[in-house]
């Protein structure tokens, strides 16, 4: 993260082992931090959950990077720092894991087929393209849930809202058979 950025968008990082380079490791983030962003204005923000347990070795120098962050708070990156009490090196993986990614896709609720034939078609595109704009990559609301919304539409007589969710499908699965035979 802090010597070649442009590599991943989200770190997860466990126990990291600071302790071992501390010098080196906390030079190289002072110096990444002092020029003021990890992120170029084309690239989504970083992202990083750092967690630790009960392991003494490894706290202080983790902290010292967490003051850093703290301190600098640089542009580009969105962080959390959990220390785990009652937790020890081997036992963090897993957790850290699910807490990571579930901290990396806060705000990415899928709404459900039912949710998305309730909704008008500007409010689906909205929905998508914040998720896009979020996570810095192109997420496309599911084929099937707009040929759902379409096929609801009809049984409910409303063959504008039907025709509006089709065309809809097309636009935006332009080489899927199935969103034309609708």
């Given amino acids: 993260l802090f010597t070649r950025p442009q590599i991943f968008d989200a770190y997860i990082s466990v126990s990291p082992s600071i302790m071992y380079r501390e010098e080196t490791t906390l030079t190289a983030i002072k110096t990444k931090l002092a020029e003021g962003k990890?992120?170029?204005?084309?690239?989504?923000?970083?992202?990083?959950?750092?967690?630790?347990?009960?392991?003494p070795r490894y706290v202080p120098p983790i902290e010292k990077a967490v003051a850093l962050l703290k301190e600098k708070k640089p542009q580009g990156l969105t962080w959390k720092y959990v220390p785990v009490k009652g937790e020890h090196h081997r036992s963090m993986p897993l957790k850290a894991m699910y807490n990571g990614l579930e901290f990396f896709f806060k705000g990415y609720d899928m709404p459900s087929p039912y949710d998305i034939v309730k909704m008008e078609i500007k409010d689906i595109r909205a929905m998508f393209?914040?998720?896009?704009?979020?996570?810095?990559?192109?997420?496309?609301?599911?084929?099937?849930?707009?040929?759902?919304?379409?096929?609801?539409?009809?049984?409910?007589?409303?063959?504008?809202?039907?025709?509006?969710?089709?065309?809809?499908n097309v636009e935006i699965f332009p080489n899927s058979p199935n969103a034309y035979d609708s």
Avoid at 147 to 168: D, I, R, S
């Fill in 38 to 55: 990890l992120a170029d204005k084309n690239e989504s923000n970083k992202k990083l959950y750092m967690t630790v347990g009960d392991e």
């Fill in 129 to 168: 393209d914040g998720f896009s704009k979020k996570f810095g990559f192109k997420i496309r609301v599911p084929e099937e849930f707009i040929n759902y919304k379409g096929y609801m539409a009809m049984q409910q007589k409303k063959m504008e809202k039907a025709l509006e969710a089709f065309k809809y």
